[in-house]
């Protein structure tokens, strides 16, 4: 290693666990293990930096790597007192890839290379084991041709197979040295037969040949879908391992295994467990080859390397300060560690792992937090979950399968039709809305009900994106379901409209009749207590997007401070008072549309009044009317049709045709760049008019009940400019004014803002901020107006098309588009509070239940994040870690 070129190469005992990006997780605890004294064969990493280079200057060794490896190798022969491949007395080594980030299965191992035709006798004079030399061989060539070579690894698997059968032997251990001498030649004629030439008999070129395929296994097509899956960046590379090789195949003293040092499904401590295999090697553990024995057992077999193993697990434990996932293997009864890393776990484990932790002194409630608890699992622990150990004792077979759209479990009875849901789902019964697909319509066909199965669509379409947002278990796109009248086929299965079904939508299994289903508990004990040390460290509000009080109660049971976000508008479809609505739009006389709405007013003052007796003494944000008109029009189609028909019949009818008149006057092209919000206020003052004064009614009663008021802000939709804001202001606070007057009201705090959705306000927001107490982003329509896309049509069509294909990292509607629709965020921020010291500013839409964009409000230095009940919990703790990270790089780039 001369002058200046580059190190690409570590051995174990040069490197460290803060070398992880350098040297990959495997290879930077291995590293750590070595230097902690644990039995870890020796070895050395070339690093991920080797990797990048490697594949960007076209697959060649950079300078000075292929001087580094022989170096290091020296060094390993050196300290074995045997050489690579050596005909007397082989050193063997393994070859194994690691990434920064763990990417289980991602990369073959290569085991066992040195073998040749000479080595493999050597290998079997020098143990006196020649059964043991051959199965290493035989292992050797078939990963080799696999991984390195491109082989179809089934060749070998069937050859081996017709052998086994040949010797009427069950297992791979059935055969014996003669057996595995004669599969070895076997072998090598299936390799010579597929790549025309012989399999490679210099250690070296095998060596350089493993390290390869390993570095070019990043750029594999499984490699990249499943970093876009897990969000792990494309540039990093991954590590090689080149390491001496310990046998777990020498005989009956030796095995492989692996291991967690607590229960990964419920996270109880003390009770390490796993699986290992005697006489076997490398993955024969996870292949299935045989049926591997648990943990426990090992404690008999080898009582020593077990209480060895017990020991380091427990050492490791509080080494890392997590739970880890151990490989090890034993070499005549000597035990070796050969990784260990973080293991994965469930939610339930995960959240009790954390507590447990902090009580046993390993990490403070602080390092819990940020490092023990992911955001991402919380919500899990909210939904039923079918029980799969029930499931299996009750012998129960699903009788089809769909996408898993949205997880939980959910037991019902069959319903057709969203108003059935809604009419059974209110008199208390379980119901389980079936559909082939789902529209907005369904909505609340969808809340009543239990969970949702269609038969159409994936975990984008309708069904899913709205189950998804309210908690609720659904199956989606079940090829197999078809539904006739009142009948539903499912599978081979024929149902009827209130059999009972159950659907599992956390595997997208529908299953006949009621499965066992487990029931979540809110308040999970473990995860009350990462709630206390969330809110400790956390300086963001979490509110609720709540629009009734039954969600209102929800979120303040999770632990909402306030609601973000209540769209009044869902208060007007209901049922009886859609015909009271369409009226008083349709009209053109000011006077009849005041009668409507006077009609109207008692129903609003009711349903502020449910919400505030629920968020007593807490904010809540009502959001003025905001959907565009023609969501309250009749049809103009179904106008049209009528007056032809009625034309061909001779029938006059000047009403249907005065109606038809007025809609098409207010007929609309774009209608969600129309006539809405602000616009729609101003247009017809009298309904902002009308629901400002029935806040303040049903705030003055809450009042009255409880002797508690909530804080009122009244929130003004879709506005572009200040002059928009300052007249629906003007009316909005007018009415509150009046109804103040004519009632106690005096100290009833109702504060007026507006909804940042449009980038002129974003931009004007020093204006806007004048007009203003609060801006809350509205980011599902910001993002939809700085983008120019809908989201309903982007998410059907190109936007998949842009995630599958990597254009863009993640879905803009789903996590903020932090250097856009973030930038006028900031934009507006920095523009308003100058103008407005101390202007309340929140952000409500779907990013409020987001972690990354939780993150980033944090770094705006906003007040608060709004999100649905159900993911309150799970915000708070993304607001404490977001707290404890500090300011992370996720604000936009200047
Ligand atoms: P993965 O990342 O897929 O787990 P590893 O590199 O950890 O791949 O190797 C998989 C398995 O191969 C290990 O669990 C172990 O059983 C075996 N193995 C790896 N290195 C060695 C070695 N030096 N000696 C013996 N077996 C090894
Ligand atoms: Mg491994
Ligand atoms: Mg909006």
Not at 616 to 635: A, K, M, N, Q
Not at 854 to 876: E, N, T, W
Request: net charge negative.
């Amino acid at each position: 290693m001369t002058g200046d070129v580059t190190k690409w190469v570590y051995a174990f005992r040069e490197g460290s666990r803060e070398m992880r990006d350098l040297l990959g997780g495997k290879g930077a605890n291995v590293a750590d293990m070595t230097r902690l004294g644990l039995p870890v064969p020796p070895g050395f990493t070339l690093t991920t930096a080797a990797c990048i280079t490697y594949l960007g200057e076209g697959r060649v060794f950079p300078p000075g790597l292929g001087e580094q490896i022989a170096a290091h190798l020296a060094a390993l022969e050196a300290d074995a007192g045997k050489r690579l491949g050596d005909a007397d007395d082989p050193l063997l080594v393994a070859v194994r890839s690691g990434a920064r980030d763990s990417m289980p299965g991602m990369m073959d191992t290569i085991l066992n290379l040195g073998l040749n035709d000479q080595s493999v006798e050597g290998l079997a004079a020098t143990t006196g084991n020649p059964r043991f030399a051959f199965d290493s061989y035989r292992r050797f060539i078939q990963i080799y041709a696999a991984v390195v070579c491109g082989v179809d690894k089934h060749h070998f698997e069937a050859a081996l197979d017709a052998l086994k059968v040949d010797r009427g032997a069950r297992l791979d251990v059935d055969l014996d040295a003669d057996d595995l001498r004669g599969l070895t030649d076997t072998f090598i004629g299936i390799f010579q037969q597929h790549m025309g030439e012989a399999f490679p008999q210099d250690p070296r070129l095998q060596l350089d040949g493993a390290i390869r395929a390993v570095f070019a296994s990043w750029e594999t097509r499984r490699a990249y879908d499943y970093r876009r899956l897990h969000g792990i960046p494309h540039d990093l590379g991954t590590a090689v391992n080149v390491q001496r090789m310990v046998f777990g195949n020498t005989g009956d003293r030796s095995g492989t295994g692996v291991a967690f040092t607590r229960d990964n499904a419920t996270g109880e401590p003390g009770r390490p467990f796993g699986d290992f295999l005697m006489n076997a090697q490398g993955e024969d553990v996870v292949a299935g080859i045989r049926t591997p024995r648990p943990l426990a057992e090992l404690a008999d077999v080898l009582p020593e390397a077990f209480a060895e193993l017990m020991e380091t697990m427990g050492h490791l434990e509080r080494r890392y300060r997590d739970m880890q996932d151990v490989e090890f293997t034993i070499e005549d009864g000597r035990l070796y560690m050969l990784q260990t890393r973080n293991g994965k776990r469930s939610a339930f484990a995960r959240v009790r792992i954390a507590v447990d932790m902090v009580d046993e002194g390993l990490v403070t409630e602080d390092e819990a937090l940020r490092d023990l608890v992911v955001c991402a699992q919380v919500p899990q622990l909210l939904l039923p979950q079918l029980d799969s150990e029930g499931v299996t004792l009750a012998g129960l077979i699903p009788l089809a399968h769909g996408v898993n759209a949205s997880p939980g479990a959910a037991v019902g009875a069959i319903v057709l039709t969203a108003d059935e849901a809604e009419r059974r789902g209110h008199a208390g019964e379980r119901v389980i809305l079936v559909r082939d697909e789902t529209t907005p319509d369904d909505l609340h066909g969808m809340i009543a009900a239990q969970g949702i199965v269609t038969a159409r669509g994936g975990k984008t379409s309708h069904a899913a994106v709205v189950a998804v947002g309210m908690g609720c278990p659904a199956v989606c796109g079940v090829e197999t379901l078809r539904i006739d009248g009142d009948l539903v086929t499912i599978g081979d299965t024929v149902l009827a409209v209130g059999d009972l079904i159950t659907i599992d939508g956390t595997n997208g299994a529908v299953y006949a009749g009621e499965a066992p289903v487990t029931a979540p508990d809110p308040f999970n004990p473990y995860l009350m207590r990462i709630l206390e040390w969330a809110d400790r460290a956390r300086v963001l509000r979490v509110r609720a997007n709540a629009d009734t009080p039954d969600d209102a109660r929800r979120a303040r049971q999770f632990g909402a401070e306030g609601i973000g976000l209540c769209r009044s508008e869902h208060m007007f479809f209901s049922a009886e008072r859609v015909p009271l609505v369409q009226a008083m739009i349709m009209s053109d006389d000011d006077a009849e549309r005041e009668r409507l709405l006077a009609l109207l007013r008692p129903f609003q003052v009711d349903d502020f009044m449910g919400i505030f007796r629920e968020m007593r003494g807490l904010p809540v944000t009502i959001r003025l009317l905001d959907p565009p008109l023609h969501e309250f029009l009749p049809s103009l189609l179904d106008l049209r049709l009528r007056a032809a028909a009625n034309e061909r019949e001779g029938i006059c009818d000047p009403e249907l045709d005065a109606q038809r008149a007025r809609v098409t006057e207010l007929h609309e092209e774009n209608p969600m760049l129309g006539t809405r919000g602000v616009r729609l206020g101003l247009e017809f003052p009298e309904i902002f008019r009308m629901q400002a004064g029935a806040v303040m009614q049903a705030a003055i009663a809450v009042r009255d009940e409880t002797g508690e008021a909530p804080v009122v802000e009244i929130m003004i939709p879709l506005v572009a400019y200040e002059q928009e804001l300052r007249a629906a202001r003007e009316m909005v606070l007018d009415e509150v004014e009046r109804v103040r007057a004519t009632s106690d009201g005096a100290h009833i705090e109702v504060l007026v803002g507006t909804m940042i959705e449009l980038p002129r306000a974003a931009l004007t927001s020093g204006d806007i901020a004048r007009e203003a107490e609060f801006f809350s982003f509205g980011t599902n329509d910001l993002t939809q107006t700085t983008l120019g896309f809908s989201r309903d049509d982007a998410e059907k069509g190109f936007l998949g098309m842009y995630l599958r294909s990597n254009l863009l990292p993640n879905n803009p509607f789903e996590t903020l588009d932090v250097d856009g629709v973030g930038r006028l965020i900031r934009i507006a921020a920095e523009g308003a509070r100058p103008v407005r010291p101390g202007i309340k500013l929140g952000l409500c839409g779907e990013h409020g239940g987001d972690p990354a964009s939780i993150m980033f409000c944090h770094d705006m230095g906003l007040d608060y994040v709004s999100c649905s009940p159900y993911r309150v919990q799970m915000a708070r703790i993304a607001a404490g870690q977001a707290a404890l990270n500090g300011a992370h790089g996720v604000s936009p780039s200047d």
